[in-house]
């Protein structure tokens, strides 16, 4: 199948690295709103304006879009749904049935298959929180994330006034999710849930108690956290916050038996060294998973709840029968 990357920055530079991996794939190219001439792709796979799309609908079989959930997504994804197989990344969660409204019309219109909010949370983690909920119906559901850095974060960091550039690690509570483990069915609020942790470093002559202050009551981002705030050099920035690293947890508690008297754990983690190269691993597969239902006819937008595992894989189903089952 033919993949087309709208979008160059970390995660379509993960994507075109996921496709790489994938033998029945073959990227066409990268499509961006920058000069084309100012782009040099890793694999140097051609780059393209985003303008030309529209008059290569014969050469591109799935589109992954690689914009941003802010302001990026909610235009791109329904506009390209009417000319492509598509899927995003889409991961404002409280956005996500308008955006896949949106999405849907366009797709159903259009004849093609859309799939949103593909990742990791929205995306596998979603998966495993149904797969949990369904099967252990009397229980509790836990989400943690971390420890990771969170892009939103230090993004809210960098713009307050003498911030020259910032990393923040959303970092899950140890005592609470050893409480989630022992079946104690706990009850947790944010600050006891997650804390966060800022590494800053402050323009010259900065006032660091007011950086500090709006940072630890900033609403939204930091003021229901504990929160630890670290003043340090942007060489010790470059040399020890260079990554992207994310993960978490998901997980079930449940009862079972007559009276409830047996306790059962689901738990799923993730441990990932870069966030985006994760998440374009996974907007590959389901790029793979398009492509085939919108072969088979199936159009309209899809989440991950609506496709079937066998659709992810490359491999046939006498080899997932054999090998994995």
């Avoid at 792709?41 to 014969?58: C, I, K, R, W, Y």
Wanted: charged fraction near 25%; hydrophobic fraction near 40%.
């Amino acid at each position: 199948m033919r993949i087309g990357i709208l979008g160059y920055g970390n995660l379509g530079r993960g994507v075109e690295c996921a496709v790489a991996q994938n033998d029945d794939m073959e990227l066409v190219g990268v499509f961006t709103r920058r000069a084309p001439g100012s782009v040099k792709t890793v694999s140097g796979v051609p780059v393209f304006h985003a303008d030309e799309l529209a008059n290569m609908q014969d050469q591109v079989d799935v589109l992954i879009l690689c914009g941003g959930s802010a302001t990026d997504l909610p235009e791109q994804t329904p506009e390209y749904a009417k000319l492509f197989n598509v899927v995003d990344s889409f991961d404002t969660h409280a956005k996500i049935p308008e955006h896949f409204a949106k999405v849907d019309a366009s797709a159903q219109a259009a004849g093609k298959t859309a799939v949103i909010s593909v990742g990791w949370d929205p995306g596998m983690f979603s998966l495993n929180r149904l797969y949990a909920n369904a099967i252990l119906r009397d229980g509790n559901d836990y989400t943690f994330w971390g420890k990771g850095v969170s892009q939103g974060h230090s993004d809210a960091v960098r713009r307050i006034s003498g911030v020259k550039n910032a990393k923040q690690y959303t970092i899950p509570v140890d005592a609470a999710l050893a409480s989630v483990r022992a079946c104690e069915n706990p009850q947790l609020s944010t600050r006891q849930k997650h804390t966060r942790e800022c590494f800053v470093v402050p323009e010259e002559g900065a006032d660091l108690e007011r950086i500090e202050a709006q940072i630890k009551n900033m609403p939204n981002y930091f003021a229901d956290y504990d929160t630890t705030v670290h003043f340090i050099s942007e060489e010790e920035l470059l040399r020890d916050h260079a990554g992207i690293p994310h993960g978490g947890f998901v997980l079930r508690t449940g009862r079972t038996g007559k009276d409830g008297e047996h306790n059962h754990v689901i738990e799923y983690s993730l441990k990932l060294d870069s966030n985006p190269e994760f998440t374009a691993c996974v907007l590959a597969a389901y790029a793979r998973a398009a492509y085939r239902m919108n072969q088979r006819g199936m159009s309209g937008c899809k989440t991950v709840f609506d496709v079937a595992p066998a659709d992810l894989s490359p491999l046939s189903g006498e080899e997932m029968r054999a090998q994995l089952l």
